[in-house]
């Protein structure tokens, strides 16, 4: 079974901090992704990568950057967390195919800025 | 942008009813579709997947694909207290990227 685990289930931060999220897949994935989940707007890709020390910008990207420096780890970092990135964060990874293939999610990390 | 439209809204059945859920999509090259389920405070999990059109089955799940009419949808048979959640349709871009339905909350009622 895959396997994707993030670093943390809650997390409360205060305005201005730095915050990493990590998340780690077992199952020797190419693809990794970070979203966020508000209702209302459903899931929105932030950030992606397709291997090692590369990445590629999602639908939201601002306030947010990312880290892929080994194939099964890839951080979200928020630079100065704002309270409108109070919100549910979901990593994913799926294997690189001839066709696109199924994401498999992490716990999420339910992050709340105050 | 991609768009996958998932209109209806809450979808209420009976317990042992059949619960139909529909997806439309705006590429018509898109090559894979999902979809997946997620209890309240949960994360999305796979169900089914359909790659060409027609029907495929799965236990009491049956995911039907129509490239011609961009849509693709979900048959839940024999519905259980336990389908309760919110279904995500997801349709591939061609470049191992997914686009999400905002999903449908389906309640079933013993």
């Known amino acids: 079974d895959v396997k994707v685990t993030q670093s943390s289930r809650y997390l409360v931060k205060r305005t201005g901090e730095k915050v990493f999220l990590e998340c780690v897949q077992d199952?020797?994935?190419?693809?990794m992704f970070w979203y966020r989940q508000d209702p209302g707007l459903g899931l929105r890709l932030i950030y992606f990568?397709?291997?090692?020390?590369?990445?590629e910008k999602g639908d939201i990207p601002e306030g947010y950057s990312v880290s892929r420096e080994k194939k099964e780890r890839f951080s979200l970092i928020l630079e100065s967390a704002s309270t409108n990135q109070t919100s549910m964060y979901l990593c994913?990874?799926?294997?690189?195919?001839?066709?696109?293939?199924?994401?498999?999610f992490g716990p999420g990390t339910r992050l709340t800025v105050t | 942008q991609k768009e996958v439209e998932q209109n209806s809204g809450p979808l209420s059945v009976p317990e042992g009813a059949i619960a139909s859920l529909n997806c439309t999509y705006s590429d018509r090259g898109s090559q894979s579709f999902f979809w997946y389920r997620q209890y309240s405070g949960k994360s999305p999990e796979l169900i089914m997947f359909i790659y060409s059109n027609g029907d495929k089955e799965d236990g009491r799940f049956t995911a039907q694909l129509n490239k011609a009419s961009q849509y693709v949808s979900l048959l839940i048979r024999d519905s259980q207290p336990s389908d309760s959640a919110t279904y995500l349709c997801?349709?591939?871009?061609?470049?191992?990227?997914?686009?999400f339905g905002k999903g449908n909350q389906v309640v079933v009622i013993p």
């Open positions: 199952m020797d994935h190419e693809n």
């Open positions: 994913a990874s799926s294997l690189k195919w001839l066709r696109d293939r199924e994401q498999y």
């Open positions: 997801a349709v591939s871009d061609g470049n191992n990227r997914l686009a």
């Open positions: 990568s397709y291997d090692v020390k590369m990445k």
